[in-house]
């Protein structure tokens, strides 16, 4: 009697692909939060705050938060970066696609490809350093605006 040895399935035997879906919805929770806000961005002189919020006219654009504003950008101030985080967005259900389609073919994978490390990778860095553009805007920005 030959029985056969079920397939293991590629996707949950591989540490490397948990990690990669991982990161990648974390990047889709990050781009949603920074696109919806770059979308809802508002100039200070077409803000109406409520009484006892105070908007300071030298910050480029606002959002409001739990009735709040925060300092942020518009699409035209920062077409760059809302770009990144519109990729951002996407690279969670385009992950979550591929994944899915090697899922279900039950290629008998390894471990990623070298083009996967490099684009995953590539994507990493792009976030870490759009992180820290807005991380050094608002602290460089804010400590101009002071003086």
């Not at 949950?12 to 991982?22: E, K, P, S, T, V």
């Not at 654009?61 to 035209?76: C, D, G, I, Q, S």
Request: charge should be positive; include cysteine; charged fraction near 10%.
């Amino acid at each position: 009697m030959n029985a056969t040895k079920p397939e293991a399935d590629p996707v949950r035997g591989n540490g490397w692909f948990g990690l990669w879906a991982l990161a990648a919805w974390m990047f889709t929770l990050a781009g949603f939060f920074c696109v919806i806000s770059f979308l809802s961005a508002e100039l200070p002189r077409q803000i109406n705050p409520p009484p006892g919020v105070v908007v300071p006219a030298q910050w480029p654009a606002a959002v409001r938060n739990h009735a709040e504003y925060y300092l942020w950008w518009t699409v035209p101030q920062r077409p760059l970066l809302f770009a990144v985080w519109l990729a951002a967005l996407l690279y969670g259900p385009v992950t979550a696609f591929r994944l899915h389609r090697r899922r279900k073919a039950a290629v008998a994978v390894r471990s990623p490809s070298v083009s996967v490390r490099i684009i995953t990778l590539f994507v990493l860095l792009l976030g870490v350093s759009s992180f820290a553009l807005v991380f050094l805007e608002f602290v460089i920005g804010s400590s101009f605006q002071e003086n």
